[in-house]
């Protein structure tokens, strides 16, 4: 039985070896993309040509190189030429082909349209990871007004309602979206509104600074004091941002160190008011940092009552011997 037993396992290991083997030595192409646009900016109903360089990181050729899907907004016409028919990529080459449309009314309104897309071969990917590109479209030219509430809350999930109070003072800055240009700024309002007008459409960030006392929870876990915002040019003037704050301690300034022993404020006595010498009673010693005037002066009355004494005993003297 133990031989049988031997031999059925040797005839698995001999059926399933070459199959791992084969399995082993199929590796899959990786497809790796990248892609620009031509201009930096667009206007609205402009062509567009986005240069698409796609190479193959793998050992084996990539067979029917094709783009699978994706999404795209504020463009039309969208053509991408031999990605949509597919070519071969052979192992470790790479090729550049180009895609184009025009944007439309939407990335002006938006201030920018985008294109994003995957690659894949038929004879399978091996990394799905940089294998999806997206291309963003500038659109300048429009502009619109931008407003929101900082109100109070405890978190940053905290839910804004007509009801929540809001928080006054609060400095919003809008800037742009890497913070290099600074558009506007203002101050929320008892309501803790704010509202700015004629920022350019696109991506905008917004940096608060709250007053003493308040924290500004924004950002995903509520941890900064900033957070992007789109500002698109509709005919909606409703606020759309709502950034909670959260009340905090005022930390009190610390009272000031106690000076050293020896320094001048310990040394100096104070001076009352009915200690201070009247102008009729004619110019008082100096107040110094030490005693020596005081001891000066004690020196002196001492002297001139020591010579009238001797003056006094040498005159007595005198009438005694006549």
Same mark, same amino acid.
């Given at each position: 039985?133990?031989?049988?037993?031997?031999?059925?396992?040797?005839?698995?290991?001999?059926?399933?070896? /070459?199959?791992?083997?084969?399995?082993?030595?199929?590796?899959?192409?990786? *497809?790796?993309? =990248?892609? %620009?646009?031509?201009?930096? +900016?667009?206007?609205?109903?402009? @062509?567009? @040509? *986005?240069?698409?360089?796609?190479?193959?990181?793998? #050992?084996?050729?990539?067979? !029917?190189?094709?783009?699978?899907?994706?999404?795209?907004?504020?463009?039309?016409?969208?053509?991408?030429?031999?990605?949509?028919?597919g070519f071969d990529l052979a192992a470790g080459a790479t090729k550049t082909v180009q895609i184009t449309g025009k944007t439309n009314n939407?990335? &002006?309104?938006?201030?920018?349209?985008?294109?994003?897309?995957?690659?894949?071969?038929?004879?399978?990917?091996?990394?799905? %990871?940089d294998n999806i590109t997206s291309v963003r479209l500038l659109v300048a030219g429009a502009f619109d007004d931008l407003g929101g509430y900082?109100?109070?809350?405890?978190?940053?999930?905290?839910? &804004?309602?007509?009801?929540?109070?809001?928080?006054?003072?609060?400095?919003?800055?809008?800037?742009?979206?890497?913070?290099?240009?600074?558009?506007?700024?203002?101050?929320?309002?008892?309501?803790? $509104?704010?509202?700015?007008?004629?920022?350019?459409?696109?991506?905008? $960030?917004?940096?608060? =600074? %709250?007053? %003493?006392? &308040?924290? *500004? $929870?924004?950002?995903?876990n509520g941890e900064d004091d900033h957070t992007l915002a789109q500002v698109r040019a509709d005919d909606s003037d409703e606020p759309s941002?709502?950034? /909670?704050?959260?009340?905090?301690?005022?930390?009190?300034?610390?009272?000031?160190?106690?000076?050293?022993?020896?320094?001048? #404020?310990?040394?100096?006595?104070?001076?009352?008011?009915?200690?201070?010498?009247?102008?009729?009673?004619?110019?008082?010693?100096?107040?110094?940092?030490? +005693?020596?005037?005081?001891?000066?002066?004690?020196?002196?009355?001492?002297?001139?009552?020591?010579?009238?004494?001797?003056?006094?005993?040498? !005159?007595? !003297?005198?009438?005694?011997?006549?």
């Amino acid at each position: 039985m133990r031989k049988l037993a031997a031999a059925a396992l040797m005839g698995v290991l001999v059926a399933v070896l /070459p199959a791992t083997a084969a399995l082993a030595a199929d590796p899959k192409p990786d *497809i790796a993309v =990248t892609s %620009a646009a031509d201009k930096a +900016n667009y206007a609205e109903g402009e @062509t567009f @040509t *986005i240069t698409v360089t796609v190479k193959n990181k793998s #050992s084996v050729d990539a067979k !029917r190189v094709h783009y699978t899907g994706g999404d795209s907004e504020g463009v039309d016409g969208v053509a991408y030429g031999e990605l949509s028919t597919g070519f071969d990529l052979a192992a470790g080459a790479t090729k550049t082909v180009q895609i184009t449309g025009k944007t439309n009314n939407l990335a &002006w309104q938006s201030g920018y349209g985008f294109v994003a897309f995957s690659l894949a071969a038929d004879n399978g990917e091996a990394n799905d %990871a940089d294998n999806i590109t997206s291309v963003r479209l500038l659109v300048a030219g429009a502009f619109d007004d931008l407003g929101g509430y900082v109100f109070q809350g405890e978190s940053y999930g905290a839910e &804004w309602t007509p009801q929540t109070p809001g928080v006054p003072g609060v400095k919003v800055v809008a800037t742009s979206a890497d913070g290099k240009t600074k558009h506007a700024e203002a101050i929320t309002d008892a309501k803790g $509104l704010f509202r700015f007008a004629h920022l350019p459409a696109g991506d905008v $960030l917004l940096t608060f =600074t %709250a007053p %003493a006392g &308040w924290k *500004i $929870l924004a950002g995903e876990n509520g941890e900064d004091d900033h957070t992007l915002a789109q500002v698109r040019a509709d005919d909606s003037d409703e606020p759309s941002i709502y950034v /909670p704050a959260k009340k905090v301690a005022v930390s009190s300034p610390s009272a000031s160190p106690s000076a050293p022993s020896g320094s001048p #404020s310990a040394s100096a006595p104070s001076v009352s008011p009915s200690a201070s010498a009247s102008s009729s009673a004619g110019p008082g010693l100096p107040v110094t940092g030490d +005693n020596t005037m005081l001891f000066v002066g004690a020196a002196a009355v001492a002297l001139a009552v020591g010579t009238v004494l001797v003056l006094v005993a040498r !005159r007595r !003297r005198v009438r005694l011997q006549a």
